[in-house]
């Protein structure tokens, strides 16, 4: 138990990354029903599918559950106000500020919690009422910032007074041990669950990341200020290219658009973006989400037994 189980009541403090096209209402409902806080992921989504995954989600568990806004999303406001009707028990946010959404939600009674690349959004996030915050390392796979978790983690624990949830880099119960070590209350895991049997994506993104080793991953559009963590393939090769000669944000992300897609949906190994973290190495086979969890958890308390508090 910790102070981000309690806050929510799930039985393990873990989050599961709410992954643009990865993160539907299956993989939510089994992470959930497993004992953590499943993540609907809405992407470049509108507020109509977004209240559709809701439903369906329901239907499948009666654990709480979350949903990931990305605030650059154009239709953020709607999508706001349609978790606000809904009354989701968890919002997490990325690829911006909240505050501006907190006050809404807040009186909707929804947990809200969101991701930071920095000590300096947290502590903006912290002022403007949110209820906890991820500090999610470069380590992790998709959209990331410059500081290593093990940097970020224990700098932000020290800058704020709510609890931390560490993300980037975590996919076994080591992972979720130094975590707590470094002050953190709870882990959020993305890549380990694109290799679970519930996920709803394409077997060759599964596969992916099932051969992949440690230097697996490029972090490709950083020149233009948009940087992703993904597997290497021939379009992280085109991305390299368009930043040795300077090219536009305008071309990289013309170059990017639908490659989300093609990997998850239609499983496009050359031109599709499989967005993983560096840990990808270390996930060596396809599990089902109880087992990720209940192992991770196993090994995380034998290795912190004796170790003191931690949060």
Known sequence: MTKLTEMIGIKYPLFQGGMAWVADHHIAAAVSNAGGLGIIGCGGA???????????????????????????????????????????????????????FIPMWKEAGIIVIPVVPSVALAKKMEKDGADAVIAEGT??????????????????????????????????????????????CGVQCGTVFCASEEVNIHQNYKDMIIKAKDRSTQVTGRSAGAPVRQIKNKLTK????????????????SLGVGALRKAVVEGDIDNGTFMAGQIAGMINEIRPVQAIIDDMFAEANKLLSGAGPVC
């Open 139 to 184: 380590e992790s796979g998709g959209h990331v910032g410059e500081l290593t978790t093990m940097a970020l983690v224990p700098q932000v624990v020290d800058a704020v007074n709510i609890p931390v949830i560490a993300a980037g880099g975590i996919a076994d119960g080591r992972g979720v041990a130094a975590s707590f070590m470094l002050g953190a």
């Open 238 to 253: 085109k991305f390299e290219e368009l930043e040795k000669r300077n090219a536009s944000f305008e071309e990289m992300e």
């Open 46 to 100: 509108d507020e109509n599918w977004i209240r559709t995954q809701i439903q369906e989600c329901r239907k499948l568990t009666d654990k709480p559950f979350g949903v990931n806004v990305m605030l650059m999303n154009p239709r953020a406001p709607q999508i706001a106000e349609v978790l606000a009707e809904e009354k989701v028990a968890v919002v997490t946010t990325g690829a911006g500020s909240a505050g501006k």
